[in-house]
């Protein structure tokens, strides 16, 4: 199992960015595979992007995709989501978890999970 802890999130205008942290403890986060998810009011929680166990390999929602980039850093058990141009529509809560399952972009094939950090845009 994998504890998880988000932290970057805040209020940005539109066009502005942040940049996401996850820091994980345990000795399992190097053969883990990492994802970033979101969650806005009243609606279903969805992928945004993930990446695998040597960040060699990554996935994107099509909604963020030249806007977000994944990345993790092994040596600091932490991913990071860097989130430019960002939308009023890029409002939610946003979490990491990790996964041993490969290719995995459901919420459900995710066991471990941080507590969310909430991003908000203003327009």
């Known amino acids: 199992q994998v504890q998880l802890v988000e932290s970057g999130g805040g209020l940005v205008q539109a066009g502005g960015s942040l940049r996401l942290s996850c820091v994980a403890s345990?000795?399992?986060?190097?053969?883990?595979?990492m994802g970033w998810f979101r969650q806005a009011p009243g609606k279903e929680r969805e992928f945004v992007a993930a990446?695998?166990?040597?960040?060699?390999?990554?996935y994107y929602a099509d909604s963020v995709k030249g806007r977000f980039t994944i990345s993790r850093d092994n040596a600091k058990n932490t991913v990071y989501l860097q989130m430019n141009s960002l939308k009023s529509e890029d409002t939610a809560v946003y979490y990491c978890?990790?996964?041993?399952?490969?290719?995995?972009?459901?919420?459900?094939?995710?066991?471990?999970w941080g507590q969310g950090t909430q991003v908000t845009v203003s327009s």
């Open positions: 345990g000795s399992t986060f190097s053969s883990s595979r």
């Open positions: 978890a990790a996964t041993r399952t490969w290719l995995a972009f459901k919420p459900f094939e995710y066991p471990d």
């Open positions: 990446i695998n166990l040597s960040g060699g390999s990554t």
